[in-house]
Antibody, heavy 119, light 109 residues
Framework: QVQLVESGGGVVQPGRSLTLSCAASGFSFSSYGMHWVRQAPGKGLEWVALIWSDGSYKYYGASVTGRFTISRDNSKNTLSLQMNSLRVEDTALYYC????????????WGQGILVTVSS | QAVVTQEPSLTVSPGGTVTLTCGSSTGAVTSGHFPYWMQQKPGQAPMTLIYDVNIKHSWTPARFSGSLLGGKAALTLSGALPEDEADYYCLLYYNRIRVFGGGTKLTVL
């Protein structure tokens, strides 16, 4: 079955960088776009980024454009999110989610990984 | 960036019917926004119930349905059960960008 497992979270100071990973299994990773979605404590969902299946196109939400970079390694079935210039307001649970492949987005989600930005 | 609006909270009686809506700051919501509806229960990852306005996943209970209503996307729950108490989020496509609504906290009481 489809599995998405996030890692790399933790506590980081404002202005620093952190890279999240999402290990995918149970499906043909290289055939699907992938998303990052986040949720601040007690708040709603916020779409962060999308990368196409071959990595050729990348799209970002307004609050992270220019600071975050989504990437993937199809040989390792791994999705990444490099987060630079982190702010307190980036504190959130970060989910990876499978995109569509001629079908619907967000069919499968990871359990999330917590990132806390604090001095 | 567009803003997607939802009712912050709604209450429905067990067995009752409730409609959640999803509006867009850019104008009427259309099928071209490919509306999604996700359900999230405390401590769990979200789960997609409806996509592309009204298409259900195999795991979506029949009591949930999606539609376009009065320029908004709508999620209707008919015959509410206690386990339907959750947060519900809509998501709209703006070309390649996705935007979530703020979510509706649905209470079954």
């Amino acid at each position: 079955q489809v599995q998405l497992v996030e890692s790399g979270g933790g506590v980081v100071q404002p202005g620093r960088s952190l890279t999240l990973s999402c290990a995918a299994s149970g499906f043909s990773f290289s055939s699907y776009g992938m998303h990052w979605v986040r949720q601040a404590p007690g708040k709603g969902l916020e779409w962060v980024a999308l990368i196409w299946s071959d990595g050729s196109y990348k799209y970002y939400g307004a609050s992270v454009t220019g600071r975050f970079t989504i990437s993937r390694d199809n040989s390792k079935n791994t999705l990444s999110l490099q987060m630079n210039s982190l702010r307190v307001e980036d504190t959130a649970l970060y989910y990876c989610a499978r995109g569509g492949n001629g079908g619907p987005d967000f069919e499968s989600w990871g359990q999330g990984i917590l990132v806390t930005v604090s001095s | 960036q567009a803003v997607v609006t939802q009712e912050p909270s709604l209450t429905v009686s067990p067995g009752g019917t409730v409609t959640l809506t999803c509006g867009s700051s850019t104008g009427a919501v259309t099928s071209g926004h490919f509306p999604y509806w996700m359900q999230q229960k405390p401590g769990q990852a979200p789960m997609t119930l409806i996509y592309d306005v009204n298409i259900k996943h195999s795991w979506t209970p029949a009591r949930f349905s999606g539609s376009l209503l009065g320029g908004k996307a709508a999620l209707t729950l008919s015959g509410a059960l206690p386990e339907d108490e959750a947060d519900y989020y809509c998501l709209l496509y703006y070309n390649r960008i996705r935007v979530f609504g703020g979510g509706t906290k649905l209470t079954v009481l």
